[in-house]
């Protein structure tokens, strides 16, 4: 089939993204075999162009209501994933910042005093600061993200500077949509390193993503709109 070698895809492949709705309905000859017509060759380059910036599962939802002749939702789907990607440059900025801000002076939290001494918060104040739920923190705990200590005299999580450093990069991070075995090495890099620059690399890939996803989607836009008009 045609179509499908001029796209590197197996026929069954083409067949799958007609039954899925992706590709408008083939005509068929009078043996019953499937005729496709430009048209369906631009359905496809058009689909092609859309799943590196939308993914699978909005991409061909985007093309079904092209098909269906709901261009408006399309075109709604469409703006959701623009703001989806606007939400994670913000959440990014929102790191970058959190990041500038954690040095010693910035992170303190007030201190208080424990049978071992001043120097830390409790999990309900830090869990306020940060808007997260206690039951959080503790989940963080346990993943080997944040290592309070343990107040001898009242056995209360106690958070000092570093443990307060690695909640907020944490929170942050989980912001940014990274899974927190994806944030535990960055944790303990920076455990390691003693400091934050090990974070400038996965900040800079995180940069990179967000840049390739904004141009996956003018080039995914580019091609739906020129489907659109070979429709009319």
Do not use: C, K
Request: net charge positive; aromatic share 4%; charged share 25%.
């Amino acid at each position: 089939m045609d179509l499908a070698r001029g796209h590197g895809l197996s026929t069954q492949a083409v067949r799958n993204y007609e039954e899925a709705g992706i590709l408008p309905a083939a005509g068929r000859t009078p043996h019953g075999y499937r005729v496709y017509a430009p048209l369906h060759a631009s359905a496809l380059r058009a689909f092609l162009a859309l799943l590196p910036g939308h993914g699978h599962r909005t991409a061909s939802a985007i093309m079904r209501a092209v098909n269906e002749g709901a261009v408006e939702d399309a075109l709604r789907l469409v703006d959701e994933s623009h703001a989806e990607l606007l939400d994670d440059r913000r959440t990014l900025q929102a790191v970058e910042r959190a990041l500038r801000d954690l040095d010693p002076a910035a992170v303190s939290e007030p201190a208080v005093r424990t049978a071992s001494g001043p120097g830390g918060t409790f999990i309900g104040p830090l869990a306020g600061r940060l808007g997260i739920r206690p039951a959080t923190l503790r989940a963080w705990e346990r993943a080997g993200l944040v290592r309070p200590h343990r107040d001898a005299l009242t056995g209360y999580r106690v958070y000092d500077e570093a443990a307060v450093r690695d909640a907020r990069l944490t929170h942050q991070l989980r912001r940014g949509g990274h899974l927190l075995e994806q944030i535990a090495p960055l944790i303990t890099q920076v455990r390691e390193a003693g400091g934050l620059e090990p974070l400038e690399d996965a900040l800079r890939d995180w940069r990179g993503r967000l840049s390739a996803r904004g141009r996956s989607l003018l080039a995914g836009a580019a091609e739906l709109d020129a489907y659109l008009r070979e429709r009319g």
